[in-house]
């Protein structure tokens, strides 16, 4: 399964580990992209939900907020755990602080 905008941005299932592969640039333009593939990987599993995020190029903080809320409505049996990163995700972690937030875990 594959969530899909133009040529910016591209979020694809991945079934092991489960989560999402997330490709190119997140903004405001297509941030509806990520919300949807979060709250579809919310539901669909019990699992935690690894984002592999080495693809992606730009992301907005609002985008970021969405990955650290989905975050925040997980039990507490579940992260989502950021791995790998790009050097983009790391320096928008760093400047908002969000690298500790509950249910989330930056891996390597």
Request: aromatic share 4%; proline share 3%; net charge negative.
């Amino acid at each position: 399964m594959t969530f899909e905008t133009d040529d910016k941005a591209r979020v694809t299932l991945v079934a092991h580990p489960f989560g999402l592969r997330i490709t190119g640039e997140i903004d405001r333009g297509n941030r509806h992209l990520l919300g949807d593939a979060l709250d579809w990987a919310i539901n669909a599993g019990s699992n935690d939900i690894r984002l592999d995020l080495s693809g992606l190029t730009f992301i907005d903080v609002a985008g970021m907020r969405l990955i650290v809320a989905a975050a925040a409505r997980l039990s507490s049996e579940r992260e989502i755990v950021l791995a790998p990163v790009s050097r983009t995700v790391c320096r928008v972690l760093e400047v908002t602080g969000w690298a500790d937030a509950p249910g989330l875990r930056v891996g390597h």
